[in-house]
C-alpha cells in the first residue's frame, strides 16, 4: 500500500446486508468517512450489477468480493464482465490454478482502474 493514503482509502466497510436498500442506506450514512464498500454474495445475488452502479455513482468505490472459481475460460470471461461494471478491486480463488490466474489476469489488465487480487484460503476453512 503506498505510504501516503488517507485513512478513507484504506478502510473497506463490508456491506453484508440482503437488500440494496440497506446497502445504500449505509453507504449514505459512511460515504464522507469511507470511500470503498464490499459488495459480496450476498448483496450481489439480491441486487444484481446496479448495486456496483449506484455505488460508484455516489462516488464511492466497489470491491466486488465474489471470489471467483471455476475452469479458467469461464472465470475470465466473468471477470470480463465484471470489470465492465468498474469496480476498485475483483478477487478469484487462487485454488483455481496458475492457468486460471494467468488468464483473469490477461481479462482484467484491459479494464483501467480494476485490481485483481486472489484468496488463497477462505479462513473458515478447516482441517475437518
Avoid at 483455481?96 to 480494476?114: F, H
Wanted: net charge positive.
Amino acid at each position: 500500500m503506498r505510504k501516503n493514503t488517507k485513512p478513507d482509502d484504506r478502510l473497506i466497510v463490508a456491506l453484508d446486508v440482503p437488500s440494496a436498500a440497506a446497502a445504500l442506506k449505509w453507504v449514505r450514512k459512511l460515504r464522507r468517512c469511507v470511500k470503498t464498500f464490499k459488495v459480496g454474495s450476498e448483496l450481489f445475488t439480491a441486487a444484481g450489477p446496479d448495486i456496483v452502479k449506484k455505488i460508484n455513482a455516489m462516488g464511492c468505490r466497489v470491491f466486488l468480493d465474489l471470489k471467483y472459481f471455476d475452469i479458467p475460460n469461464t472465470m475470465a470471461g466473468a471477470l470480463r464482465s465484471a470489470a465492465g461494471l468498474k469496480p476498485f478491486m475483483l478477487n478469484v480463488h487462487a485454488l483455481a490454478g496458475p492457468t486460471a490466474l494467468r488468464e483473469c489476469a490477461k481479462a482484467v489488465k484491459r479494464s483501467k482502474n480494476v485490481n485483481l487480487v486472489a484468496v488463497t484460503i477462505l479462513t473458515s476453512f478447516t482441517s475437518r
